[in-house]
């Protein structure tokens, strides 16, 4: 599996990216997906994540109703809009995806391919 994140970038607080995430290798459609963050420094962190089926998504307290993950299992494509950006959302953010099938999770061990990062910015 190969996953590519792109669209990270330097903005102003209060701005808004749309992170795009793409995936190869497998049925993309079957499998949960998730975005993490790692600010320097700190741990890798869960962001969002969302089902197979794209009906079910899930937010940290922190970015929730800000922040809406979708998919387009027709591109094998996820997506991270992310509006109202904060300094303290700075960070390389990651796509990740399950290791099982109709399965999400929070949880990041619960996922095992990885994208290279893309890295957000958020200036105050």
């Known amino acids: 599996v190969q996953l590519q994140a792109y669209g990270g970038g330097l903005v102003q607080a209060g701005g808004s990216l749309r992170l795009s995430c793409a995936a190869s290798g497998r049925t993309f459609s079957n499998y949960g997906m998730g975005w993490f963050r790692q600010a320097p420094g700190k741990e890798r962190k869960f962001v969002a994540a969302?089902?197979?089926?794209?009906?079910?998504?899930y937010y940290a307290e922190s970015v929730k109703g800000r922040f809406t993950m979708s998919r387009d299992n027709a591109k094998n494509t996820v997506y991270l809009r992310m509006n109202s950006l904060k300094p303290e959302d700075t960070a390389v953010y990651y796509c990740a995806a399950s290791d099982k099938p109709f399965y999400s999770s929070t949880s990041i061990s619960d996922y095992a391919y990885w994208g290279q990062g893309t890295l957000v910015t958020v200036s105050s």
């Open positions: 969302i089902s197979w089926s794209g009906g079910t998504t």
